[in-house]
């Protein structure tokens, strides 16, 4: 596995080593071992979780501030541009951003840590996106930014308008949002 610092350090490009022939390919999605040695991340997964969206569906920027999740995502079908960002005030880069293109096709993967949000944007006519979380799902605790902040400015790259749920539509700025210390 092929381990790229991010353009925030704590979140992580990940590329599996891909084995392919005229059959198809074979790669490891996830091994604790060499996650641990190759990222030097520890992580102990509790919940994997499935979505499908269409073309132009924007999901986020969530994150829970107790029971924060660790996540490690990947997409089966289709393209998003996943998004991660910095929600930790103490941090030197709070409200920082970054994006990165994931797709079924460059198999890569995106570990975002505990203290960040997360959203993303799918590009293909559907795309499914599988994510592993260190922590379970508490909706008590999660929070949701404004996907479309001005403070933070993420570059969703949407034709037309994006669909965005009712719960997202009411993500409040970061300046007001609860956030981590």
Known sequence: MKVIPGALPEVLILEPRVFGDERGFFLESYNQRVFREAAGIDANFVQDNHSRSVRNVLRGLHYQVKQPQGKLVRVVAGEVFDVAVDVRRSSSRF???????????????????????????????????????TDYYAPQHERCVLWNDPDIGVHWPFTGVPLVSEKDGRGVPLKLAETYA
Not at 119 to 130: H, K, P, Q
């Open 95 to 133: 409200g920082g951003w970054m994006g990165l293109h994931l797709s079924a096709e460059n198999k890569r993967m995106m570990w975002i840590p505990a203290g960040f949000a997360h959203g993303f944007l799918a590009l293909s006519e559907f795309a499914e996106v599988l994510y592993k979380a």
